[in-house]
């Protein structure tokens, strides 16, 4: 059996929400909400002492191209909603 096949019976037999079993199946991780979802502990991660962080331009890029927005206002919104 596959490691990716066992995780997934595992947590489809525990009972554990959707969407995290979705984050953790391959197929699954250019869907929108995935994508979101990842992107938004990325950020948190990188952003988490500041954001001065030098892999913040990645994720703010990421996080644009998903809303389709530039980064200017990408960053804009980003950062009012940490404030």
């Not at 979101?36 to 990188?46: G, I």
């Not at 030098?54 to 990408?74: H, K, Q, S, Y």
């Amino acid at each position: 059996i596959e490691l990716q096949d066992l995780q997934q019976a595992l947590m489809r037999a525990w009972r554990l929400p959707e969407l995290l079993v979705q984050i953790n199946a391959e197929r699954h991780a250019e869907t929108a909400q995935v994508r979101n979802v990842l992107l938004a502990v990325r950020l948190a991660r990188h952003s988490a002492r500041g954001w001065d962080n030098a892999a913040l331009p990645d994720d703010v890029r990421d996080i644009a191209a998903l809303l389709n927005l530039g980064e200017v206002p990408t960053l804009h919104l980003l950062r009012e909603i940490d404030a």
